[in-house]
């Protein structure tokens, strides 16, 4: 029978720079969710992201992701967010990418940091009903911690949480700036072509 709700991830994040921890589970969840795409969905104007100096221009972040993802032909850079005026919440843009896309079924992927905050988020009953979240585990978070932490947040929120195998991934854009501030190396943390993106446009240099 021919398949008509197409399944789409959602890997959302600053991507202030993407790395390949972000790579990695937009891969784990299209392969253990069998996903139809991975949507990268660089935040707007993030409200728990006020403070902005030393970081990538919204084009550059775009650009930086483009680069990322350009080999993977399941992966597709959204830039819903970049056209929004003001604050971006969450639940509104998967709420407006449910009316765009009516026969789609969607599922957001957050690291455990974001899981452990996730009732700290606005609107969160709001974002467990636009789609089933995934979640990745992160600084070491032990499954009980993780799968009693999903189970309270499903309850509370209705919502369907799952979890995504996959390793612990140490590594974060945070981290990262601070290697190329240092002049560190970052090989194999980031994508060669985002790595020459950021020297070309002296990103995070200083
Ligand atoms: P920063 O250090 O600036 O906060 P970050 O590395 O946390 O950056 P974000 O853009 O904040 O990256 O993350 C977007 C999403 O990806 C979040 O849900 C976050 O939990 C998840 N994520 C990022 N890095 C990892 C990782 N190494 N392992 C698991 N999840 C991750
Ligand atoms: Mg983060």
């Given at each position: ?5 197409r ?15 972000h790579?990695i ?12 795409e ?17 970081r ?7 650009e ?13 850079l ?13 639940y ?15 599922y957001?992927i957050i ?32 499954d ?33 700036r601070?290697?190329i ?24 240099q200083?």
């Amino acid at each position: 029978m021919e398949k008509t709700i197409r399944k789409v991830g959602i890997m959302g994040g600053t991507f202030d720079p993407i790395h390949i921890g972000h790579l990695i589970l937009g891969e784990a969840a299209y392969e253990q969710f069998e996903l139809d795409e991975i949507w990268f969905l660089p935040a707007g104007k993030p409200p728990h992201k006020r403070n902005r100096s030393g970081r990538a221009s919204d084009v550059q972040r775009v650009e930086m992701v483009h680069r990322a993802i350009a080999s993977n032909p399941h992966f597709v850079l959204c830039t819903k967010e970049m056209e929004d005026q003001g604050y971006t919440y969450s639940y509104r843009t998967l709420e407006t990418m449910r009316e765009e896309n009516p026969e789609t079924e969607f599922y957001f992927i957050i690291g455990a940091d974001s899981l452990f905050y996730f009732d700290e988020w606005k609107n969160p009953e709001r974002i467990c009903a636009a789609a089933k979240i995934l979640v990745a585990t992160r600084d070491h978070a032990g499954d009980e911690k993780l799968l009693s932490c999903m189970k309270q947040n499903a309850e509370k929120f209705h919502g369907i949480f799952l979890k995504l195998d996959t390793p612990n991934l140490d590594i974060s854009s945070h981290e990262l700036r601070e290697w190329i501030r240092e002049g560190k190396s970052v090989k194999y943390y980031l994508p060669d072509s985002v790595i020459s993106y950021i020297q070309e446009q002296k990103i995070y240099q200083d």
